[in-house]
């Protein structure tokens, strides 16, 4: 079976259309590095999949992906903190490049990365009670995987800024209504919605709706060319900052204490 070697991303086709999604629900689908990886490379065998005219994207459990797994964060040496930074930019470009429209469907919380991602996608559906955000700056570091391309070209600087620059989040219906995100639906029609858009241009012509993405994508992957480059290189200069390190021991110990109590 296509894509069997995946730990932390499971699959199924839905007629034409490839439905993804984060695979590690008891982290809140956060990223530890072996999820980065695999994320770094999905979409380049996607991309040679004839069978897929469409992708969508969720999150199994209740959250489509809380960025960054903090114990991944916590203990990041300095040639994996490179890899890293390799694999982050790919992901971006990968997912501009990919040839098949990808649907996002934010069944729950994205934040960090995994907002990231998410609004990279070309049509976003998110469930009303979702929260988007990039609290990158409340851990001591520059949001530098891609939030500082994708939120101004979505929302205009200065609101983007003002989200950025506090690390606050969104609800879908706000995120809708400042055109973050296409649309804010009920969290139990999140998944169905954006699979019916999906074959809807599964069925439509792959030439012209490939063609039209890639013309489109265009001005992002100018963006994408005049900013991610430095923005990572900045975070990557922020992880040996003590601010970030004692944010992050902060965050950890307040999750810790979260869970004692939830066990007492």
């Given at each position: 079976m296509a894509y069997s070697d995946y730990q932390t991303l499971s699959f199924r086709m839905e007629g034409d259309v490839l439905l993804m999604s984060f695979n590690r629900p008891q982290a809140m689908n956060a990223f530890n590095q072996a999820m980065h990886s695999?994320?770094?490379?999905?979409?380049?065998?996607?991309?040679?999949?004839e069978r897929v005219r469409a992708v969508v994207l969720t999150g199994e459990g209740r959250a489509f992906s809380a960025g960054g797994d903090l114990?991944?964060?916590?203990?990041?040496?300095?040639?994996?903190?490179?890899?890293?930074?390799?694999e982050a930019r790919k992901i971006i470009l990968d997912m501009l490049a990919l040839p098949q429209p990808i649907i996002a469907a934010v069944n729950g919380a994205a934040a960090g990365l995994g907002a990231t991602i998410a609004?990279?996608?070309?049509?976003?559906?998110?469930?009303?009670?979702?929260?988007?955000?990039?609290p990158h700056v409340r851990i001591g570091v520059t949001a530098g995987d891609g939030g500082a391309v994708i939120w101004p070209m979505l929302v205009g600087v200065s609101r983007a800024k003002e989200y950025l620059l506090s690390g606050d989040s969104v609800t879908a219906v706000e995120a809708e209504r400042i055109g973050l995100v296409n649309h804010a639906v009920p969290a139990d029609q999140v998944v169905a919605q954006a699979l019916a858009y999906a074959t809807r241009l599964a069925q439509g012509s792959q030439i012209a709706i490939r063609s039209t993405k890639r013309a489109v994508n265009k001005v992002l992957e100018q963006?994408?060319?005049l900013v991610l480059d430095l923005s990572l290189q900045l975070e990557k200069e922020c992880f040996s900052d003590p601010f970030h390190k004692q944010a992050v021991e902060a965050i950890s110990a307040q999750i810790g204490n979260k869970t004692k109590a939830a066990r007492v």
């Open positions: 695999e994320f770094a490379r999905v979409f380049a065998e996607i991309a040679l999949d114990d991944m964060v916590k203990n990041l040496d300095r040639p994996t903190l490179d890899r890293i930074m390799v609004l990279f996608c070309d049509v976003v559906y998110a469930a009303e009670q979702a929260k988007i955000s990039d963006n994408v060319n």
